[in-house]
């Protein structure tokens, strides 16, 4: 028996409205669905313009306040051309916090800093770059 394939990952954070602002107006995330779990987290589930794998985003406060560790985790989206995002996202108030990089192989990218002390690494795709992995 194997996974066959993976479907999302849940971020649970303190400020959800803050959150969707940033993964929706600065990432153009799509919001797919928002429901209220059965012990009463609100669910909202997110995914790329193109499809694929979502991200959950879970506000839960009687669970206490998020607090993420620096370096704990991140999620990698793809885009076509790092500079052009990488001026979108600064004009939104999310300039780089690391990066842009070059690897060896000729791929690009650079990590933004998410609300509630999530990352998120941006990747220039391999039309532009050459390779999507670092």
Known sequence: MKVSRWLHTRFRV????SSLRFYTQVLGLKEISRSTSPRGSTLVFLQ??????MLELCHFPASGPVQVPPDLVHIAL???DLDAFGKHAGSLG????DGPTRTGRGTRFAFLDAPEGYEVEIIESAGKSGNHSP
Do not use: M, R
């Open 48 to 53: 790329p313009s193109g499809g694929g794998e």
């Open 78 to 80: 793809e885009v076509d």
């Open 14 to 17: 303190n400020d959800l409205e």
């Open 94 to 97: 999310y300039p780089w916090s």
